[in-house]
C-alpha cells in the first residue's frame, strides 16, 4: 500500500486498490472502441480480445461457467451460500467520440491539487475549472496522455468488478449471494442489450457498474428516441438552376436553425429538463438528413419535443412545396424508474452496501442512459452505481483510485447484503 495515498473510504477499499489499478492500467491500452459504422456484434475486434481475457482471469480465480459468445458477451458465475442470483455488469467498449487508441495512462499519485499538465496535444486539467476534480488533492489520479480518452467509462467499472470477484474468491468464508457477472459490447452506440440473453444470465436483478462520483445511485434515466428528418430537393447544375434548383442542404440547415436555441439544448438544460439535440446534418443539394436525439424523463414531454420536431419540418416544407420532407423516429431505451419500482428491494440493498461501505448514497437521475435503462425494461431490474471516472467521452478523462476502489468495496458489499435474502 506504500504506492497508495490516503482517502479511502474503508480498510476494504484500500485492500482492493492494488489489485484494482494494476488490472485499470492494463484494460485502458486494450483498443476497445466501438464503431458507428460496425456491421456485426461487437462492433470492433478489441472488445472480444478483452472479454476472452477477462474470461481467462475469471477461470483462474477458479470462477464456473465462464463463457464468452461469438458477439462479446461473458457471462460468469461466482457461487454463493445463500440468497437470490445478482447481476454485476459493465461495458467493454469505449466510446468512438474521441480517440481512443494507443492510450497511455498516468498515474498522478497523491496529487497535489495543481493543474495536471499532461505531456501531449496541450490538454491540461485545471482544478479551477472542475470542481470534482478539485475536491480530489491527495488523491491517486489516472489520466490518458492528452491525445486519447482514458477508457475509464467504463473500464473502471470492469476493475472494480473485477477486483470484487477476485476479494470474495479469496475469501470463500464471507457471507454472500451467488453473482452472474456479466461483460458487454457496444454499450457506447446503444448496442449493449441488443443480444443480451435474459434467461441464460438468470439474475433477479443487476447493477451496472456505469457512474461517476463517489455515492451515486442511480434508478432513472432519461427515455431516449431518435429523430431523422430527411429532406429530398431537386437538383439543378447551379449554372442553370435560377428559378429551378432547390438544395435540400439549405432546407436541413434552415430547419436545424429553426429548432429552439434559448432553451431544450444540452448546453440550455439541467436537472429534469430534457432536450433535442441534433448530432449530424449531411447531404447535398439533391438529398439531406439531419439526425437527432430527443431526451427527456417524462415520456409525455418526449412526445411534444417530437411534436416540435415534426411541426418544425412541416413549415419547412411549406415554405419549399417543391421538396419532399419526412420525419421517422425511433424509441432507443425508456426511463429505467418505472420498470425499477417494482422491485423496491433492489434499490433499498443498495443503499444498504452504501452505507455499510460508510458511503452515504446520492440517488440521482441520469441525463443519458445505461444498459440498465433497456436491460430494466426487460425484466432485470437494474440501477447504476458510481465508478469513480470523470470527464468522460474526452482526452480530459480521469479517474480516482480511491473512487474506484469504494466501487469495487461496495459490489463486495452488495454480495454480502444480499446474503440470506428471498430469491426472486
Avoid at 62 to 90: K, Q, R
Avoid at 171 to 191: Q, S, V, W
Avoid at 207 to 232: H, N
Avoid at 291 to 303: G, P
Wanted: hydrophobic residues 40%; contains cysteine; proline residues 6%.
Amino acid at each position: 500500500m506504500d504506492q497508495l495515498s490516503d482517502g479511502f473510504t474503508s480498510t476494504l477499499a484500500a485492500g482492493l486498490a492494488p489489485d484494482l489499478l494494476e488490472r485499470f492500467l492494463r484494460y485502458v491500452r486494450i483498443d476497445t472502441q466501438s464503431r458507428h459504422d460496425g456491421k456485426r456484434c461487437p462492433s470492433s475486434p478489441g472488445q472480444l480480445d478483452l472479454a476472452r481475457l477477462l474470461a481467462e482471469e475469471l477461470r483462474g480465480l477458479g470462477l464456473s461457467d465462464v463463457d464468452v459468445d461469438e458477439h462479446g458477451y461473458l457471462f460468469a458465475t461466482l457461487p454463493g451460500a445463500s440468497g437470490p442470483v445478482i447481476g454485476l455488469l459493465a461495458h467493454l467498449d469505449t466510446t468512438p467520440d474521441a480517440p481512443g487508441a494507443g492510450v497511455e495512462p498516468i498515474v498522478h499519485h497523491g496529487w497535489d491539487g495543481s493543474v495536471i499538465e499532461l505531456p501531449r496535444g496541450g490538454t491540461r486539467l485545471d482544478p479551477a475549472a472542475m470542481p470534482e476534480l478539485a475536491a480530489k488533492r491527495g488523491h491517486d489520479i489516472v489520466t490518458a496522455s492528452g491525445d486519447t480518452l482514458l477508457g475509464a467509462d467504463d473500464k473502471a467499472g470492469v476493475a472494480a468488478i473485477m477486483a470484487a470477484v477476485r476479494h470474495l474468491a479469496l475469501h470463500p468464508e464471507l457471507p454472500r449471494a451467488t453473482l452472474r457477472i456479466g461483460l458487454t459490447p457496444d454499450e457506447e452506440i446503444g448496442e449493449g442489450p441488443a443480444l443480451f440473453d435474459r434467461e441464460r444470465f438468470g439474475a433477479r436483478c443487476a447493477y451496472t457498474l456505469d457512474g461517476s462520483s463517489l455515492g451515486e445511485l442511480q434508478d432513472e434515466s432519461f427515455s431516449a428516441l431518435e429523430a431523422v428528418v430527411t429532406i429530398d430537393g431537386v437538383d439543378v447544375h447551379p449554372g442553370f438552376a435560377t428559378g429551378k434548383m432547390v438544395s435540400a442542404l439549405r432546407l436541413a440547415a434552415t430547419f436545424v436553425a429553426e429548432l429552439p436555441y434559448d432553451r431544450l439544448t444540452p448546453a440550455t438544460s439541467s436537472g429534469r429538463e430534457g432536450f433535442i439535440h441534433p448530432v449530424s446534418l449531411t447531404g447535398t443539394p439533391a438529398h439531406a438528413e439531419v439526425r437527432m436525439i430527443l431526451r427527456d424523463f417524462d415520456d409525455e414531454q418526449l412526445d411534444r419535443h417530437l411534436a416540435l420536431v415534426r411541426q418544425t419540418a412541416e413549415s419547412v416544407a411549406i415554405a419549399e412545396p417543391q421538396a419532399t420532407v419526412t420525419v421517422t423516429d425511433r424509441v432507443q431505451y425508456r426511463n429505467m424508474r418505472r420498470f425499477i419500482d417494482r422491485d423496491p428491494d433492489v434499490v433499498a440493498v443498495a443503499e444498504e452496501a452504501y452505507r455499510a461501505e460508510g458511503i452515504e448514497p446520492v440517488r440521482k437521475p441520469i441525463r443519458g442512459g445505461t444498459d440498465g435503462s433497456q436491460l430494466s425494461e426487460m425484466g432485470l431490474p437494474t440501477p447504476n452505481i458510481f465508478d469513480g471516472g470523470h470527464e468522460f467521452h474526452s482526452v480530459r478523462e480521469w479517474a480516482s483510485v480511491q473512487e474506484m476502489a469504494a466501487a469495487a468495496a461496495v459490489a463486495v458489499r452488495l454480495a454480502q447484503a444480499w446474503a440470506g435474502r428471498a430469491g426472486g
